[in-house]
């Protein structure tokens, strides 16, 4: 069992459309990461969060500590957005820090 | 400004033939280095990780190695590479253990 699970696997939208992807983890964490990998293979970090709510620009990324539980939003999506995301969880008990990864989901958004 | 690079971008290899992949990160000091993979359908996988000169610590029991002769230098090795070693190599720093990690551009490998 992967310690990080995201959903949607897949994920179309029209432009315009709100997209909402779905990270679920099981271990302790001190932060959860969203990152961007575009189709070459390069990763960016989007935000890095512990609680609440981080916004940039049409991007939102909100974390449920409690229900161990993180979402990242896009309002008025285009298809520039078309990437995959990966969720990633800081393991609070790692001196390295480590990070578990969920499988990504891959956004396609269609002009 | 800090900036990491990886490079080759792209490195197609036989089986058996050896591997050096070089990641370099700029404009900062000590950083925590990290050397990940991520194969076909699956997700980043950490391979090893580093805190300082000479200190590699792996993740997982495997045909590559990774060795770090200066604070900013970070080297994955491989003496005799397998067909199982293809896949998208990233290396990644951090400026402290519970930090972001940022993410070089990455290498595609396919071993043939």
């Known amino acids: 069992k992967n310690e990080v699970e995201q959903s949607p696997q897949n994920l179309t939208a029209q432009e315009g459309e709100f997209i909402t992807i779905n990270c679920s983890y099981s271990?302790?964490?001190?932060?959860l990461h969203w990152l961007q990998q575009h189709p070459g293979g390069g990763i960016v970090s989007l935000f890095m969060?512990?609680?609440g709510k981080k916004k940039h620009g049409r991007l939102i990324a909100t974390i449920n500590i409690q229900e161990k539980h993180s979402s990242l939003h896009i309002t008025a999506s285009h298809p520039r957005d078309s990437a995959v995301y990966i969720c990633a969880a800081l393991d609070r008990g790692s001196t390295l820090g480590r990070l578990y990864f969920g499988r990504g989901t891959q956004l396609t958004v269609w002009p | 400004s800090q900036t990491i690079h990886q490079w080759p971008a792209t490195l197609v290899q036989p089986v058996g033939s050896p591997l050096s992949l070089e990641c370099t990160v700029e404009g900062t000091s000590n950083p925590n280095l990290y050397w990940y993979r991520q194969a076909a359908g699956r997700g980043l996988q950490l391979l090893f990780y580093?805190?300082?000169?000479?200190?590699i610590s792996s993740e997982v029991p495997q045909n590559l190695s990774a060795s770090r002769p200066q604070d900013r230098q970070f080297i994955l090795s491989s003496k005799k590479l397998l067909l199982s070693d293809s896949g998208f190599y990233l290396c990644?720093?951090?400026?402290?253990?519970?930090?972001?990690?940022?993410f070089g551009a990455g290498t595609r490998l396919s071993v043939l």
């Open positions: 271990v302790g964490i001190s932060a």
């Open positions: 969060l512990s609680s």
């Open positions: 990644a720093w951090s400026p402290g253990l519970a930090g972001i990690q940022y």
């Open positions: 580093s805190v300082g000169i000479g200190q």
